[in-house]
């Protein structure tokens, strides 16, 4: 890595996740890494850590001494969040406070993966340097936990992500939902006034491990470049996976009464900071669509 005279040994947490593990696969090559996950490993060499015990995190920093933490674990299930909130405050607040506070004792570097759902989304297309003002608890934790890695953890970078998709062994995402449905010529409604900015997992794998390799150094956008809506979204990947994309029907989220908590509108994200800083470009839609539908295919 640039920032190192030699190459540092990396600790990505949440490695089976659908982030951490496309994380590992890509830097695992050429640089020594120890992936950590309580979920099912995705890895032979993964070492079952729960980061909400202090006691946990200690031993494993002991034993490892990671120059580089790479921050993927954390709930984020939005309803789950807001229905067990002491779950998701362990995890996504406590577990980072622990990760932060091992990472200062060894001067390692925190990369923290945080979210657009720590914005309300009255607005859309925020860039770094706007207020953030969580409307449900799980943008809550998400701001909360990167509070905690500013506060104790002096070199770190913080990346906020948006709706993330790709390939995964067995995660769902939206994008495979809308797969699965529409191959079986089932009728889907998708919300058509719900605003983000998709991100490919591959991608933001990508951008992470080039934050990281610059040291770079604060929050960052770290998204796809594309502002737009749940339906749309919806619309592009069955065009671009040769799907009938009448089968979509537009819905408002307001007459969505499966979700407990409340979304943001517009919670799009502007990349623009990011895409000056790195060689990795965030993709538009169509970019990161056609590029999963070719790992698929392989």
Aim: hydrophobic share 35%.
């Amino acid at each position: 890595m640039e920032a190192y005279k030699q190459k540092p040994k990396v600790l990505v947490t949440g490695a089976s996740g659908l982030l951490g593990n496309k994380i590992v696969a890509q830097a695992e090559k050429d640089f020594p890494i120890v992936p950590t996950d309580l979920a099912e490993p995705l890895h032979a060499n993964a070492l079952r850590t729960d980061i909400t015990e202090p006691s946990e995190v200690e031993a494993l920093f002991s034993k490892i001494r990671p120059e580089l933490v790479v921050h993927t674990a954390s709930e984020t299930n939005v309803d789950r969040c807001e229905t067990n909130r002491i779950h998701a405050w362990k995890v996504n607040v406590e577990g980072t406070r622990n990760l932060a506070i091992a990472c200062e004792k060894l001067n390692a570097k925190l990369v923290y993966v945080s979210t657009d759902y720590v914005f309300d989304g009255e607005k859309g297309w925020y860039d770094e340097k706007e207020k953030p003002n969580p409307i449900n608890y799980y943008g809550f934790t998400k701001l909360e936990g990167e509070k905690q890695v500013t506060e104790h953890c002096r070199n770190n970078a913080i990346l906020r992500t948006s709706v993330l998709y790709g390939r995964h062994p067995y995660k769902q995402d939206f994008v495979k939902w809308v797969i699965e449905k529409l191959k079986k010529n089932q009728e889907i409604s998708v919300v058509k006034d719900h605003i983000n900015t998709p991100t490919l997992a591959d991608n933001l794998a990508e951008m992470t491990i080039e934050v990281a390799e610059k040291d770079l150094h604060g929050i960052y956008h770290a998204s796809g470049s594309q502002r737009i809506s749940r339906f749309e979204f919806a619309k592009q990947i069955a065009i671009t996976f040769n799907l009938n994309p009448d089968l979509i029907k537009p819905k408002k989220m307001s007459e969505l009464k499966a979700w407990v908590a409340k979304r943001p509108r517009d919670s799009s994200l502007n990349t623009e900071k990011i895409r000056k800083q790195l060689k990795a470009k965030p993709l538009n839609i169509v970019e990161g669509i056609v590029k999963l539908k070719a790992e698929m295919e392989t």
